[in-house]
């Protein structure tokens, strides 16, 4: 339908149409997105009025995600869930996670040298770009610059990851530069590939899903 003959009836039927495929965050966003498409339209000249100026957002009906996916954590569900864990790749950042409450872009920023004594120094996070995952100088808010102290098993879960980094490099002299949490192959750790296992090991644990968000919840 060209512009100058779209109706609000248009962008309702659309709207039912998104609503019944996605979720209602989904929907509402991109009517939004196209709400300020259209007024962008009109401000240019190339149409009189705005079709979706009437369309109202769709109540939300899902639950909110830190009620399912970010979930709080049971003790009883942590150790079930490590249980199965024992052979990931990120068995160790997943206790470092619940001992810590980092977000796992923070956590996969971390190098040896922000490692000190019995805290550590969070300055940095990964974050998703044009060209992939990348370490950015920054973190996801102002106050998200901070010294955590190390609780106990957070510093046994690094000791334990150090000990794989050192025979993943064959003995030879660790960078300080180098990250903490890494995988066997190296580069950096993504968020959706940890859900990913997350998810392997909450079936395997007849477990309600969650996310690597949920250790950070739980920690909070």
Known sequence: IKLVK????????LQNKLNDK????????????LKKCMQ??????VIDKNPCRTIERIPRTEPKVRDTIHRY??????????????????????????????????ASALTIADVIGNDVSVSKTVIRSQDGYMV????????GCRVVPI???????????????????GGNVVSMNKPVFRLPKGGII???????????????????????????????
């Open 6 to 13: 779209l109706e609000p009836q248009n962008c309702r039927d």
């Open 22 to 33: 996605f979720k209602t965050r989904t929907v509402n966003d991109a009517m939004s997105l």
């Open 40 to 45: 962008t339209a009109v401000n240019e000249d």
């Open 73 to 106: 954590i049971s003790r009883k569900e942590y150790d079930a869930f490590m249980g199965k864990a024992k052979d990931s790749p990120y068995y160790n950042l997943y206790e470092f996670l619940y001992y810590t409450g980092l977000r796992i872009g923070e």
């Open 136 to 143: 950015a100088g920054w973190t996801k808010t102002e106050a």
């Open 151 to 169: 609780h106990p098993k957070a510093k046994e879960a690094i000791e334990r990851q150090m000990k794989i980094n050192a025979l993943i490099d």
């Open 190 to 220: 993504r968020p959706d590939r940890v859900n990913t296992d997350i998810k392997k090991y909450c079936e395997q644990a007849n477990l309600e899903k969650f996310t690597c968000h949920a250790f950070r919840s739980t920690f909070i």
